[in-house]
Structure formats: C-alpha cells, structure tokens
C-alpha cells in the first residue's frame, strides 16, 4: 500500500484548529511534530526514564496526513469508495487553512506533498523483533518457529503489537528474574502497567493462580488477550483493568485489599514513589512488590518510598543501566513485627 503525504507548515496555536478543519473535509491521523514541551501527564504515559533532549519552542509546527495512493494514482479519503485527485485533496486544504485564516494567525501556511514508500505501518515493527532466551526461557514472536536446539526450553511466545513489553529490555528481565526467585505455587499477582502482559502471563506459566493487570494504554486490551491465547491462558485467570491505579478509585476498589502474594511494576521512578503507597494496601502480609524501570541513580528514590510506606527492601538488582527494586509486606504475627531474613 502507498501513501501520500500532505505536510503543512503552520504554528503550534493553530494545530488544533487546522486538524479539526480538516477532519471535517476527510483528512485523518494528523501527526504533529513541533518542539512543544511534554506536559507532566504526557511525560508520566510515556515509558521510558530518560526523555529525549528538544530545542526550544519556536511557535512553529508541521502537520502530516497519508493519504491511501491506488495503483491508478487516485488517492482515497478515510477509506471511501470514491477516489479523489492530488490536486483536489490539495484544494481542500487549502480552503480549510483558508478558513481559519480568517479569524488567527497560522503562520507560513504552505504544503509540501511526497509519496512514501509501500509500508504496512501496523506490522513494520517486527523486522526489528526477534527470538530470544533468558536463562532457560525461550522468548518467541508469533511469526517465528521455534529451532531444533530450543525445543527443551520453556517457551513463552509474546507479540506486544501496539503495547508495551516484549522482554528484551533489562527492566523486564529484571522482572523476570525476581518472579522467578519469589512466586510461590497458586500466587494471585498485580501487574501494574502491564501492557503486553508477559509480567503476569509468565507468573501464570511458572504455577501463579490468578493475575490482575492494570494499564493507561487501551492498546493494552488487544495484546493481552492475544498474548493469552498463544500462552493457552484461560480467560478467568488473568483480568485486565484499563485505567490508572494512582488516581482513580474504581480501579483500587476493583483491585481490591490485601488479596495479593506479589506485585509487580515495570514502569519509571517518578511514577513508582506515589504508587508505592497505593499498592501496599494490596498487598497480603508477607506479600512481595517487584519494581523496574529504574534508571541508574533513581533506585534510592523507590526504596525510599518502600521504607516510607512500612516495606522492608529484600534487595536492589542491576541489569546495565537500569535498577530494580524488591521489597516485602512485613508479616505480622501476633502483633510483632519478625525480623525478615533472606536466604
């Protein structure tokens, strides 16, 4: 499938109103480059714990839309039947920048159009995803057979898609490997930002009972359930919540109190210090909370706020550049507080 692109050069001001004018003439999918910096909710969503440096803000903002390219030349609007013309898709951009024109500012205003080259745009991320193992564990992509040398491990197959997680990144091994040290048979497990949900379908393959996943994206719904499938993980073993556990109370209610053996999340520093104190309720006496996506110097920052909320800290594990935190829910007996003693 080709595409052509239709790249307009405008102001940040005027973004919103440029891509709704033209949202109404059937231009879709606006993708927006300006240097406007990420807001403290834009910067929390995104999963990663060193944002890319920008310039400053120069007010300016391109604006992209693909349109479909058929072999003939004729390019189609949003999918419809009937195709239309370069020359009058350039037309109804140009009535719509002259539109809001006419009431503010959109700077330059100018239009460039290129054809791209023949991209499945869902699926071009696999090129880049292979198979792989941690420790005895085969990792494997649906579109990958399993090689002859392999056939002796214990395979997990996951396609993250659109969602998060594919286990070659440090923070998920260091996951990975803390589950592995602390699961205990029939565990009930949170996952936290679960996205993919190999945290918990992994927990399950490895004898856990029951596990909860929590997510922002609603990407995360597709994946799971596809994830789920090629694992053979019943439905009633693993539910999934889209919605943010920090903030919002019908996701803690849902989650419920003191109901799991461990909890794990693979997110960022900043994001686990005020989850910490919302997870902990969760949590049953002598429970576990696995947490990664730390990068090198912030690990202080979560054993901190474990401390604060009543956790003991097992340990800090390293991976490259990335941390993970482990802590425990001191179990309390008859009204003492026990030493914890790790073997």
């Known amino acids: 499938m080709k595409w052509m692109k239709f790249r307009i050069k405008t102001i940040t001001d005027a973004e919103d109103i440029i891509i709704s004018e033209l949202y109404d003439r059937g231009l879709e999918g606006a993708q927006i480059e300006d240097k406007v910096p990420l807001t403290a909710l834009e910067k929390e969503q995104m999963f990663v714990d060193i944002l890319p440096e920008t310039e400053e803000d120069d007010g300016v903002a391109y604006l992209s839309f693909f349109v479909e390219e058929r072999e003939d030349g004729a390019l189609c609007l949003g999918g419809a039947a009937e195709t239309i013309s370069k020359e009058s898709v350039l037309a109804l951009i140009g009535e719509a920048l002259a539109e809001v024109r006419s009431f503010m500012e959109i700077g330059e205003g100018s239009v460039t159009v290129s054809e791209t080259e023949d991209i499945d745009w869902i699926n071009n991320w696999k090129q880049y995803f292979h198979q792989f193992t941690i420790d005895d564990l085969l990792v494997?992509?649906?579109?990958?057979?399993?090689?002859?040398?392999?056939?002796?491990?214990?395979?997990?197959?996951?396609?993250?898609?659109?969602?998060?997680?594919?286990?070659?990144?440090?923070?998920?091994?260091?996951?990975?490997?803390?589950?592995?040290?602390?699961?205990?048979?029939?565990?009930a497990l949170l996952d936290v930002g679960t996205g993919s949900g190999i945290l918990a379908i992994l927990a399950l393959m490895y004898g856990a009972g029951?596990?909860?996943?929590?997510?922002?994206?609603?990407?995360?719904?597709?994946?799971?359930?596809?994830?789920?499938?090629?694992?053979?993980?019943?439905?009633?073993?693993?539910?999934?919540?889209?919605?943010?556990?920090?903030?919002?109370?019908?996701?803690?209610?849902?989650?419920?109190?003191?109901?799991?053996?461990?909890?794990?999340?693979?997110?960022?520093?900043?994001?686990?210090?005020?989850?910490?104190?919302?997870?902990?309720?969760?949590?049953?006496?002598?429970?576990?909370?696995?947490?990664?996506?730390?990068?090198?110097?912030?690990?202080?920052?979560?054993t901190q706020a474990c401390e604060a909320a009543g956790l003991t800290v097992l340990e800090v594990t390293a991976q490259g550049e990335w941390r993970s935190v482990t802590a425990r829910k001191v179990q309390i007996i008859g009204g003492m507080r026990p030493e914890i003693k790790e073997n």
């Open 210 to 302: 029951h596990a909860l996943g929590t997510d922002l994206d609603p990407c995360a719904v597709e994946a799971v359930a596809q994830n789920m499938q090629a694992n053979g993980i019943a439905e009633k073993d693993f539910e999934l919540l889209i919605g943010n556990i920090i903030t919002e109370k019908e996701v803690q209610d849902r989650a419920g109190v003191e109901k799991y053996d461990m909890v794990t999340a693979n997110i960022l520093a900043d994001v686990l210090v005020p989850l910490t104190s919302v997870i902990v309720p969760c949590l049953k006496q002598g429970g576990v909370y696995i947490t990664s996506g730390i990068i090198e110097g912030k690990e202080d920052l979560v």
């Open 140 to 187: 494997i992509p649906s579109w990958e057979e399993v090689r002859e040398e392999d056939k002796d491990k214990k395979i997990l197959h996951i396609d993250p898609g659109t969602a998060f997680g594919t286990g070659m990144h440090e923070t998920t091994q260091l996951c990975i490997r803390q589950i592995w040290k602390h699961l205990t048979p029939g565990a």
